[in-house]
Structures are given as structure tokens and as C-alpha cells.
């Protein structure tokens, strides 16, 4: 809530499903960095329990799955939280919400919960939480302060900027996020499980 006080405008995009969830990017800082510590944490302690050398009857990514679950559903209800914090006041927006915005989301929280748990995996906890924890702040700080503006788009916070009322979103933006977040996170979750 207080960081909705400081930063959490939607006065440009009252009303407007696209402005106020593109809006809601803002949150992507609160939003990943439960899921990529959380996944650190689930990843430390199997690397520490030594269970990925046991014999099981369970797959390595249904392993995984079980793992990371809750580290992805706890970002994914904070950034939820985000998105009804920016509605707040304003009357039902016409039109269908922007699905395609509410996956780049998904997927980008996918992202840092993958991250998270490589580093939990390859790490101590007491290196991979606290590092888990700064990348994902890095990723997202960094990039938006980037003069290369695709590069913005990649981690998703600058989308943000989208949308007043006269405003729409070429489609690029949430899918060049979506296409980036799914195949990095892919990439580490084969490089964790490899």
C-alpha cells in the first residue's frame, strides 16, 4: 500500500483496462522478488538436503513444479494485487481485460522464479537468497533505465508508460516480454534440471 501511495498513479488511465494493468507494471519490483526468493529458498534446500541425488520416482521437473509452485503463485497474487489496487475507484472499464498484458505478467514472474531457483540450486542460501533477491531488482532497475528502449520491453517494466485513454500497446511490447521471460526462464530450468 505505501508503495502504491508513492507510486501507484492511475489517474491518465481511469477506467482504461489497458492503461491501468499496463500501469500496474510498476509493482513488477514487489511482484518478483517474492518469486525469485522464494524459488531460491526451495532451491537451497534440496541443493542442501542432497535429494536431487537420491533415487526418486518423481520426474526432475515435476520436482521442480512442486518446488516453485508457491514462489510463483506468491508473485503472481502480490502483482493480482497490484492490478485491483489500480482499479481501485474507477468504474468496470469496458472492453475485455488485456489478456496479453496479464501473460507477459505471467510469464515474467515465471522468470524470476526460474532464476531464483538456479541460484538456489547452484548457490548456498546464504549467497543464492540475498543474490536471487538483487538480480531481480537489477534486471528490472537496469533495463528501464536503459537508453535502449527495446531493451526495456525485454524485463517488462517499461511498460508502464503504455496507456492513456487515447492511448493502445502494439502487440510487440507484451510479446517481446512474453517471448524473452518464457525462453530465458526455459533456458534455466533446463540448465538447473541438466
Sequence with gaps: MAYYAAYGSSSDAEGYWLGTAAQAAIFLFLSAAPAAVGAAIEGSRLRSARAINETTVRSPLSVFFQQTWPSLLAGLGVQAFAIMLMMRGAAVPPGPPPFL??????????????????????????????????????????????????????????????????????????????????????????????
Design 101 to 194: 498484458l496479464l501473460t507477459a505478467y505471467v510469464a515474467i514472474i515465471a522468470f524470476h522464479t526460474a532464476l531464483g531457483y538456479f541460484l538456489g540450486r547452484v548457490l548456498p542460501v546464504a549467497v543464492s537468497v540475498p543474490l536471487a533477491l538483487f538480480l531481480s531488482y537489477v534486471w528490472l532497475g537496469f533495463s528501464w533505465s536503459v537508453g535502449y528502449f527495446p531493451l526495456r520491453y525485454l524485463a517488462g517494466l517499461a511498460l508502464v508508460s503504455c496507456c492513456r485513454v487515447d492511448q493502445s500497446m502494439p502487440a510487440a511490447a507484451p510479446l517481446a516480454a512474453i517471448v524473452f521471460s518464457l525462453v530465458a526462464a526455459i533456458g534455466l530450468v533446463v540448465a538447473t534440471l541438466g
